[in-house]
Nanobody
Framework: QVQLVESGGGLVQAGGSLTLSCAASGSTSSSYAMGWFRRAPGKEREFVAAIAGSGSSTSYADSVKGRFIIARDNAKNTVYLQMNSLKPEDTAVYYC??????????????????WGQGTQVTVSS
């Protein structure tokens, strides 16, 4: 098991940037593939970005491709989501998730068995 704590959310104007962090504890960081998901008001949770435990491969939802960057620092047991050119439709609670996976990433929420508590991101127009 791994414990996850997100931070970095807040209020930002459209076109601005935010960087979310997800600190992992309880196990070896590089053993775990990580993902970011979000849930907007009245909508289902959706995939945002994912990264393999090794950090060598990443994947993005089409809606954020070219604007968001997922990265990890295994020495710090932390995964980041850099969000640029933010839009009002990016407003949501953002969750990080983890599961064992050194060589590949995972895009489906059901494949993850460890979740953080979420951090709110609000983008004003």
């Amino acid at each position: 098991q791994v414990q996850l704590v997100e931070s970095g959310g807040g209020l930002v104007q459209a076109g601005g940037s935010l960087t979310l962090s997800c600190a992992a504890s309880g196990s070896t960081s590089s053993s775990y593939a990580m993902g970011w998901f979000r849930r907007a008001p009245g909508k289902e949770r959706e995939f945002v970005a994912a990264i393999a435990g090794s950090g060598s491969s990443t994947s993005y939802a089409d809606s954020v491709k070219g604007r968001f960057i997922i990265a990890r620092d295994n020495a710090k047991n932390t995964v980041y989501l850099q969000m640029n050119s933010l839009k009002p439709e990016d407003t949501a609670v953002y969750y990080c998730a983890a599961r064992r996976g050194y060589y590949r990433y995972y895009r489906d929420s059901y494949e993850y068995d460890n979740w953080g508590q979420g951090t709110q991101v609000t983008v004003s127009s």
